[in-house]
């Protein structure tokens, strides 16, 4: 601890005290994200420049202080948490972004916001399709660090799809650049693609050039309903199988769709209360919108029992809205919930809706599901309430159920949100002993002294047994 003091002092008299924070507000706020789960922090650095975040790793390696790179704090895994205590390394001043219009690239440092930058994209025609529901709070560095994904990860791909060249900083504190500005780049080892998804372990990404596409000239929405989730994927399986590639396919279950309803005061479907639907866009220029328009409308009248199409911009809209007001209309059913963002391959899609009523039915709890059927990523809320030590323990035992079920249906523990502390118990179901051995050994190779946001992805940690924050966040319920 005394060194910690030392080390933090001599931060201070480097960066200043504006850089340096040591104040309890600011220690207080970096020391939990959005997994709520409590730790504490000696120092916040809210580095000023890019070199400013070399200069704070020396230090670190120099004195063997825990370093944890933290974004907006939106991450649901605990992974920007300061397990270690340490200093927690603040990149939101890091925040420009520059539109190259020539080349179709984004020159953006990591703390900018991921809404910003698809906001500058597109007033110069441009677009960024990675778009996590937390788009309006969380940053660039934070989306690299997970290979965050979204609602348009089907058609166009996740974050990594979209990363040209990465720079930033080695955790012994030495300055790197993975990639240049180019379309093509097959010079060494591709350790951009390693920092990506790394969860900040790896390295400390300060700037990223990425990919842009142009904007769709014309987007097209439907709604269509089901009689039960079995039969939605059903469906869906068919639409694919018919090769028609919607930008976005967003599938509810009947839980979600009923809190949905019951948020917004409405049936989608009048006399359909509560039946499972998709929620489809397409995407792309007028002629290529026009071909697979048919292709769906006939897909519907096949398969569906409801369907509705948006015919303006704002009745699309309101078609969203049932989509966005699900995810926070869930916690009628409970103050907790565990959002486990799995990937299922596209062939165990019906078996995975089986099980989920198996689970409910055992469990007792309500697990409400929607998710991107167009990349297997489907979001399963498992809700209970947290005084109740009967509900608290049935999550905890669906949850592992859960996991183990979707490994061995082919499929992965996480999809975009990553491991940090709270998936930790289930890596040993997704990986080997010796892929396990082989990261753990990528780790240490670039980060000897084990300073770079520690304690995480290989140390079992549980979530249960540690106090969490009864604190309210901007995008709680979002
Ligand atoms: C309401 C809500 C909706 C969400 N929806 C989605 C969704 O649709 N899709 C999705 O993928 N995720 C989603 N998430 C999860 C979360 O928003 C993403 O994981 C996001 O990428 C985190 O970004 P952040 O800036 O908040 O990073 P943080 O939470 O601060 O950090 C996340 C991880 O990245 C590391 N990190 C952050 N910045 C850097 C950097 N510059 N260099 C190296 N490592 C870094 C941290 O150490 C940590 O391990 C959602 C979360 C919430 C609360």
């Given at each position: 601890m005394k060194t910690f003091v030392k080390a933090t002092a001599l931060l201070k008299r480097k960066l200043g005290a504006r850089v340096v924070r040591t104040d309890a507000a600011a220690r207080r706020e970096a020391s939990f994200d959005s997994s709520k789960i409590l730790f504490s922090t000696e120092a916040v650095i809210c580095p000023r420049t890019?070199?400013d975040v070399g200069v704070v790793l020396v230090l670190a390696n120099r004195f063997r202080v825990p370093v944890t790179t933290r974004g907006r704090g939106t991450t649901l895994t605990g992974g920007a948490a300061p397990v270690q205590g340490g200093w927690v390394l603040d990149m939101l001043a890091l925040d420009?972004?520059?539109?190259?219009?020539?080349?179709?690239?984004?020159?953006?440092?990591s703390g900018?916001k991921?809404?910003?930058?698809?906001?500058?994209?597109?007033?110069?025609?441009?677009?960024?399709?990675?778009?996590?529901?937390s788009?309006e709070y969380c940053t660039?560095g934070g989306?690299?660090a997970?290979?965050?994904?979204?609602?348009?990860?089907?058609?166009?791909?996740?974050?990594?799809?979209?990363?040209?060249?990465?720079?930033?900083?080695?955790?012994?504190?030495?300055?790197?650049?993975?990639?240049?500005?180019?379309?093509?780049?097959?010079?060494?080892?591709?350790?951009?693609?390693?920092?990506?998804?790394?969860e900040g372990m790896?390295?400390v990404?300060t700037?990223?050039?990425?990919?842009?596409?142009?904007?769709?000239?014309?987007?097209?929405?439907?709604?269509?309903?089901?009689?039960?989730?079995?039969?939605?994927?059903?469906?869906?399986?068919?639409?694919?199988?018919?090769?028609?590639?919607?930008?976005?396919?967003?599938?509810?279950?009947?839980?979600?769709?009923?809190?949905?309803?019951?948020?917004?005061?409405?049936?989608?479907?009048?006399?359909?209360?509560?039946?499972?639907?998709?929620?489809?866009?397409?995407?792309?220029?007028?002629?290529?919108?026009?071909?697979?328009?048919?292709?769906?409308?006939?897909?519907?009248?096949?398969?569906?029992?409801?369907?509705?199409?948006?015919?303006?911009?704002?009745?699309?809209?309101?078609?969203?809205?049932?989509?966005?007001?699900?995810?926070?209309?869930?916690?009628?059913?409970?103050d907790a919930?565990?959002?486990?963002?799995?990937?299922?391959?596209?062939?165990?899609?019906?078996?995975?809706?089986?099980?989920?009523?198996?689970?409910?039915?055992?469990?007792?709890?309500?697990?409400?599901?929607?998710?991107?059927?167009?990349?297997?990523?489907?979001?399963?809320?498992?809700?209970?309430?947290r005084?109740?030590?009967?509900?608290?323990?049935?999550?905890?035992?669906?949850?592992?159920?859960?996991?183990?079920?979707?490994?061995?249906?082919?499929?992965?523990?996480?999809?975009?949100?990553?491991?940090g502390l709270a998936?930790?118990?289930?890596?040993?179901?997704?990986?080997?002993?010796?892929?396990?051995?082989?990261?753990?050994?990528?780790?240490?190779?670039?980060?000897?002294?084990g300073v770079l946001n520690p304690g995480k992805?290989?140390d079992?940690f549980h979530v249960w047994k540690h106090p969490r924050m009864d604190v309210h966040l901007p995008w709680d319920h979002?």
């Open positions: 890019e070199a420009k972004i520059t539109i190259d219009e020539d080349a179709g690239m984004a020159h953006v440092q900018a991921v809404g910003d930058l698809q906001r500058a994209a597109e007033a110069k025609g441009w677009f960024y399709p990675p778009d996590p529901s788009k660039i989306n690299i997970c290979n965050a994904g979204g609602m348009h990860g089907g058609k166009y791909g996740v974050t990594r799809d979209f990363v040209v060249a990465l720079r930033g900083f080695l955790p012994t504190g030495e300055y790197v650049e993975w990639g240049t500005a180019t379309k093509k780049f097959s010079a060494g080892f591709n350790m951009r693609d390693l920092w990506i998804g790394s790896l390295g990404v700037g990223a050039v990425l990919k842009l596409i142009p904007q769709p000239a014309e987007r097209w929405t439907l709604l269509t309903s089901f009689c039960d989730e079995p039969a939605a994927l059903r469906a869906a399986l068919a639409l694919f199988r018919a090769r028609v590639q919607p930008a976005i396919c967003e599938f509810l279950d009947r839980e979600s769709v009923l809190c949905a309803e019951r948020a917004m005061q409405t049936t989608i479907f009048p006399g359909q209360a509560g039946r499972p639907v998709i929620l489809l866009e397409l995407a792309g220029s007028k002629s290529e919108v026009r071909e697979q328009r048919a292709g769906l409308l006939a897909w519907a009248a096949a398969h569906a029992v409801g369907h509705r199409v948006a015919r303006t911009r704002a009745e699309a809209e309101q078609l969203w809205a049932v989509r966005r007001k699900c995810s926070g209309a869930m916690f009628e059913l409970g919930k565990l959002n486990e963002d799995v990937v299922l391959p596209m062939r165990s899609y019906v078996k995975f809706a089986q099980f989920l009523g198996q689970l409910k039915r055992e469990s007792g709890l309500h697990v409400p599901t929607f998710g991107h059927l167009a990349d297997g990523n489907l979001h399963v809320n498992i809700m209970y309430h005084a109740d030590p009967k509900e608290t323990r049935a999550a905890e035992q669906a949850v592992q159920r859960l996991m183990e079920t979707v490994v061995a249906l082919g499929g992965a523990i996480s999809g975009e949100h990553g491991i998936k930790t118990p289930f890596l040993r179901i997704q990986h080997s002993p010796a892929q396990i051995r082989a990261m753990q050994a990528v780790k240490h190779a670039l980060d000897p002294r992805m290989f079992v979002k």
